[in-house]
Each structure stands twice: as C-alpha cells, then as structure tokens.
C-alpha cells in the first residue's frame, strides 16, 4: 500500500528565510504527487501538483524518484505562507483515491 | 458556481445522539470524499464514492455510514455519536483520473460531549 509522510508536524521561519517542507512517499509504482494548503479559515486546495512542473506563489516541487522525496520549496517565505500543507499521492491506475500526509503547520514569523 | 458546499457549518451532539452531515457539489464530479481533519493525524479518509449509487470504505470507516443517492450529493451520518469522533469533516470532491485534484468544501466542526 501507499504511504506519504511529513515528517515535520511544525515548521517556523522567518520571513525573507528559505522554507522547505519535506515529504517521502512509498510506492512500488509510478506516483502522481501533489501539495495541497489548508490558509487560516479556508479550505484546503490544491497548490501545484507533479506533473505540471509548475510555480504557485513561489512554491515548487521536484519528484525525486531516487529519493521518494516531493520536498516542497520556497527561497523567500513571506508571513502570507502560514498556513497547514499537505503532501498526497494518486497511484496511476487503479482507484485513483488519494493518500494524504498528515500534514506540517508553516509559521513565517514578521 | 459555489463548487462544494457542506451543511451545516458546527455542530455540537451528545453522545448517543445521531446527525447527518450533508455534501453538495454542482461540479458534476463522479468521485466524492468524506475524510476527518484531527490535530497530528492529518486528513483520514472515512468513505468515498466513485459514483451515485457506489460507496465503499476508507481507513477510518467504524461509527460511520453514507449514502449517494444522487450524484450531486453525498451523506455522512453518525448513528450514535462518541465523543472520538470530534473532529472537523471535510468533504471533497474530483473527477476520476490520477491527475485530478481534489476540491474541498469548508468544513463541518462537530464536538460530541
């Protein structure tokens, strides 16, 4: 079975600081991966995912297929930023039903 | 477009008490998803449907049953509420497809006393 983990439950910096929320998956197969963020009072969406190789607010996201690792990234972090992320995998074929980390609260400090 | 919409907002139920959160989504999405939001476990997925008429379990199903009569909705009912089950309830929603983001209603915060 699939696993994602975020291993950080917390993760406080200060703005202007580098940010880089960490998450492993573990699957025998080819992944999609994806970051959702969950900002104060909102619902969770989706903030980039894998295959679109794309940058949102800043953010990217690298598959490392060696590693297992889709560490998300920011050079800059502003206040803006705090907020819960999560990291889920899809597995190609099958049910398509994703699986979440449990997540990693980002403080960004004034 | 208002996307996904869950009702009500909070609740609050003694236990042994029964209640039905509801889901609706005018995205005509085939897939729709019931997980609960609990400090330090992350998002865990109660049941899910593939499409109107199909339910089927996810990891934390126990205490929980739902329904999808229509394709637009989705039911979460708690038959004999325990205080466990405090927690927010998101629901979700997307079309299938391993590419298909997930879209998220706002929230059910339930506390059982």
């Known amino acids: 079975a699939q696993r994602v983990t975020q291993p950080e439950k917390l993760l406080s910096v200060f703005k202007g600081a580098p940010v880089e929320l960490k998450c492993n998956y573990s699957y025998s197969g080819s992944p999609e991966l994806f970051w959702y963020v969950q900002y104060s009072r909102q619902r969770l969406q989706l903030l980039l995912r894998h295959i679109s190789r794309e940058s949102i607010k800043g953010f990217t996201a690298d598959l490392n297929k060696g590693e297992t690792s889709f560490h998300l990234k920011k050079p800059f972090a502003q206040e803006e930023d705090s907020a819960m992320y999560y990291c889920a995998l899809t597995k190609t074929g099958g049910s398509y039903i994703p699986t979440f980390g449990r997540g990693t609260s980002l403080i960004v400090h004034p | 477009n208002a996307g996904v919409t869950q009702t009500p907002k909070f609740r609050v139920l003694k236990t042994g008490q029964s209640m039905t959160l509801l889901c609706a989504q005018d995205?005509?999405?085939?897939?729709m998803y019931w997980y609960r939001q609990d400090p330090g476990m992350g998002l865990r997925l109660i049941h899910y449907?593939?499409?109107?008429?199909?339910?089927a379990k996810g990891e934390v199903p126990d205490g929980y049953n739902v329904s999808r009569l229509k394709k637009q909705n989705f039911l979460l009912g708690l038959e004999s509420a325990a205080p466990s089950q405090t927690s927010v309830y998101f629901c979700?929603?997307?079309?299938?497809?391993?590419?298909?983001?997930?879209?998220f209603g706002n929230g059910t915060r339930l506390t059982v006393t």
């Open positions: 449907s593939v499409g109107e008429g199909t339910t």
């Open positions: 995205m005509n999405h085939e897939y």
């Open positions: 979700a929603s997307s079309y299938p497809g391993t590419l298909a983001p997930l879209h």
